[in-house]
T-cell receptor
Framework: DSGVTQTPKHLITATGQRVTLRCSPRSGDLSVYWYQQSLDQGLQFLIQ???????AKGNILERFSAQQFPDLHSELNLSSLELGDSALYFC?????????????FGPGTRLTVL | GNSVTQMEGPVTLSEEAFLTINCTYTATGYPSLFWYVQYPGEGLQLLLKATKADDKGSNKGFEATYRKETTSFHLEKGSVQVSDSAVYFC????????????FGRGTQLTVWP
């Protein structure tokens, strides 16, 4: 158990819908990272938040957004969903803003868009 | 740009066989290199890492050496077990101030008794 929790474990929805994925980092960790794992693209970095502020952005679509709240949990919002958004979404956390910290990963949320 | 290329799977081995999973990278500057493992139904776990050239990372019998001259970080284990069956990801992190990881496509390893 990495200490990073993600909810829900599974999500099934329809095209055009909007969903919210939640991540709680390890106790004391200030950074949260979101990754998407799909058959087409592999594991891709989406976005990082550090202590409530956006820190780095990767291949995140404009239909996707994220935020980190004062209690440090983070939410990833996916809207106007398409079939191709079906993937495993992981979050990870670190104590600091990156550096040489080890990233601890949650178990993931599996999103299926029908 | 920054990228990681690792050997295509799946890799199927008998118990106690020798394992090598090749990984090469392209990066600006001096990246740190990592191997992560993903067991079925779980998130990724750090297996080992190396932060500078010629460093050897090791854990649970797995080893990988950071080779700058060949831009490689191949994963090896002398004698695999059934419990090693998982997907292995090679990854890099650019420099010491940025957090994002760049992952390879992953290599599925299946070990038969």
């Amino acid at each position: 158990d990495s200490g990073v929790t993600q909810t829900p474990k599974h999500l099934i929805t329809a095209t055009g819908q909007r969903v919210t994925l939640r991540c709680s980092p390890r106790s004391g960790d200030l950074s949260v990272y979101w990754y998407q794992q799909s058959l087409d693209q592999g594991l891709q970095f989406l976005i990082q938040y550090y202590n409530g502020e956006e820190r780095a952005k990767g291949n995140i679509l404009e239909r996707f957004s994220a935020q980190q709240f004062p209690d440090l949990h983070s939410e990833l919002n996916l809207s106007s969903l398409e079939l191709g958004d079906s993937a495993l979404y992981f979050c990870a956390s670190t104590p600091g803003d990156g550096g040489l910290d080890t990233q601890y990963f949650g178990p993931g949320t599996r999103l299926t868009v029908l | 740009g920054n990228s990681v290329t690792q050997m295509e799977g799946p890799v199927t081995l008998s118990e106690e066989a020798f394992l090598t999973i090749n990984c090469t990278y392209t990066a600006t500057g001096y990246p740190s290199l990592f191997w992560y493992v993903q067991y079925p139904g779980e998130g990724l776990q750090l297996l080992l890492k190396a932060t500078k050239a010629d460093d050897k990372g090791s854990n649970k019998g797995f080893e990988a050496t950071y080779r700058k001259e060949t831009t490689s970080f191949h994963l090896e284990k002398g004698s695999v077990q059934v419990s090693d069956s998982a997907v292995y990801f090679c990854a890099l992190k650019r420099g010491s101030t940025l957090g994002r990881l760049y992952f390879g496509r992953g290599t599925q390893l299946t070990v038969w008794p």
